[in-house]
């Protein structure tokens, strides 16, 4: 299945060679091109997008002011004229950052590191197959690394980034909490802590003040306990 492709780009010229580009790639398809920023939030508004190619300059809002509006994004491939953005866009997790003007090889190097049906970050099945595993990709050891939700025991705030903890190691990501909240699916994950968010399936026991999920207690903050108490207590 070929991933879907918008290009938010106000130059005609970049449009086409991006658009033109695209269309020798077999697994992407171009769905449609967006001048702005308004009018690609319009877009995904209505339609599914897998990966989009962002130019930085737009008028009205920027490509990085843009990208805050997003509560869950495609995968981005930023396309720019300056050299100067490009730490900031890593700090975005952005796939990859193409200065212009693009030749056709490092287009490909780039959209050769975008994942396999990640619309909006969570993995679906495809038609006819086992169901897949959610799942989602976070930017780690510079590269981007897959965690499967059903592994996520919970996620801890270090300063400007996150721990998410799985069986076989923690992952150490640069990102927000509130940005990693909003990308999990409703009612998998609870807000227990200013600095946790855990998988409801993995919290063995609790009482008013702590949660126990395998290998450690967490403490329940104030300013969420009866709100993790009435949750919690739902289900029991």
Known sequence: MPLICLIVEDEPLAAEVLSDYISQ???LRLAGHCTDALKAMEFFRKNAVDVMFLDLHLPGIKGFDFLKTLTSRPQVIVTTAYHQYALDGYEWNVVDYLVKPIEFSRFLT???KLKENSVTGVGNSKSGSA???PFIFVHADK???KILLEEIMYVESERDYLRIVVPEKPIITRQTMNEFEKQMPPGQFIRVHRSFLVRRHAITAFNTTQIEVPGRIIPIGRQFR???LSDLRSFT
């Open 25 to 27: 790639v077999p697994f």
């Open 226 to 228: 009866e709100a993790v």
């Open 131 to 133: 169901p897949a595993r």
């Open 143 to 145: 590269k981007e690394v």
């Open 110 to 112: 780039a959209v050769n």
